[in-house]
C-alpha cells in the first residue's frame, strides 16, 4: 500500500456540527448517478440563462448549419455515436467506436501530436502511458466505408465552435443586464469551465500508477503544458457538476480528487459537441465535449491539499 497523499473523507454526520467531512470542505457527499446541477448552484452560478427556450435555441441553429454543411448520413453516424458515449462513457459500443476511428482518421495524432514537440523537456514527468490507447477499436469490425468524412466531421466541430461562442455572447450580455456594476461567479470576464476526476482506486494498486493526473501535475513548480488524456473529454460551466464526478457515489468514492477549472479560452476552437448543440446530452449537466489540444494550453497547481487538488488551465 503506498502512502496516501489523499486522505479518504467519511461520509457519516459528526454528532456535534451534524456535517460530514465532505460538507466541511465543502464538496458534495458522494451520490449515485446521473448527476444534475442544483437549482441552488444554478442561481449562484448564473446558469438559470439556460432555459429550455435558450437551449433549444442554440440547438435550432446548429441543426440548421449541419443540415446544410454534413452529410445526413454521418450526421446520424456522429449523433449515434454522441448518444451511446452520454449513456456511459466507460462502456465501448460500435457506434462510438466508429466516432472515435473516424476522428482518428482525421487526424492520427489528434491526442499526442501536442506532446511529440515537448516529449523530450517532458519525458521524465509524462511518460507515453499517460494517454489512453484505442486498441480496443479493433475489436469491432469498421470498414473504411463505415467511418464518417472527414470533411462532416469539420464541418460539426466548426459549427459546434460556432454556435457555443454565439450562445456564451448571449450569457455575457445576460450577465452584464443583471448584475449592472456588481460582480458575478460568471461575470468577471470570461466564462468559467470545470472537469471533475475521480480515481477511485488509485490506493488498491499494487504499482505506482505514474499516469495519474496528480501524479504528474501536483509536483509542478511552475506552469507547464496541459494533456489530456482522451480524444474526447468533458467540462461543463457547472462547479456543482465538476464536484459532484469529483468525489464520485457512495460505491465508488474518489481517492485522488481533482478539480480543473479555467476560462472558456481553454475549450473555444476544440468544442466537438454540447448540450447546446446534441440532443443526446441532459441539460441539466452543461456537458461540453472537447477534443485535445494541439495548440497551448498550459496548467497550474492552485491547490495540492490533503483531499483534493486543484489546477487551472490557461492560453499561452
Known sequence: MKKRFQKPLDDSRDAFSGLTEYEEYFLPNPSAGPYESEKF?????????????????????????????????????????????????????????????????????????????????????????????????????????????????????????????????????????????????????????????????????????????VSIYSGANETMPFFEKSLLTSYSVSQDIALKFVVGSKKKKSQRKTFIYGDDTVILGRVFASFLTCNCFNVSQYEILCLPDVNGINVNVVQNSTFITHLLLQTS
Open 41 to 213: 448552484y444554478d442561481e449562484v452560478l448564473d446558469l438559470e440563462f439556460f432555459t429550455s427556450k435558450e437551449v433549444q435555441k442554440s440547438r435550432d441553429q446548429f441543426d440548421r448549419r449541419a443540415r446544410k454543411n454534413i452529410f445526413f448520413n454521418d450526421l446520424l453516424k456522429i449523433e449515434e455515436g454522441l448518444c451511446d458515449y452520454a449513456k456511459s462513457s466507460t462502456k465501448s459500443t460500435k457506434a462510438y467506436a466508429i466516432l472515435l476511428k473516424s476522428i482518428l482518421a482525421l487526424e492520427p495524432d489528434y491526442l499526442n501530436k501536442k506532446y511529440k514537440f515537448v516529449k523530450h523537456e517532458l519525458q521524465y514527468s509524462i511518460p507515453e502511458s499517460y494517454f489512453n490507447k484505442y486498441d480496443w477499436l479493433n475489436l469491432y469490425s469498421i470498414d473504411d466505408s463505415d467511418l464518417i468524412s472527414p470533411s462532416s466531421l469539420k464541418a460539426y466541430i466548426k459549427h459546434s465552435n460556432i454556435v457555443l461562442k454565439n450562445a456564451f455572447k448571449r450569457w455575457k450580455t445576460f450577465l452584464k443586464n443583471k448584475y449592472k456594476k456588481s460582480i458575478s461567479v460568471q461575470g468577471m470576464g470570461n466564462i468559467l469551465v470545470y472537469r471533475g476526476i475521480n480515481n477511485r482506486d488509485y490506493y488498491n494498486r499494487k504499482k505506482t500508477d505514474n499516469t495519474d493526473i
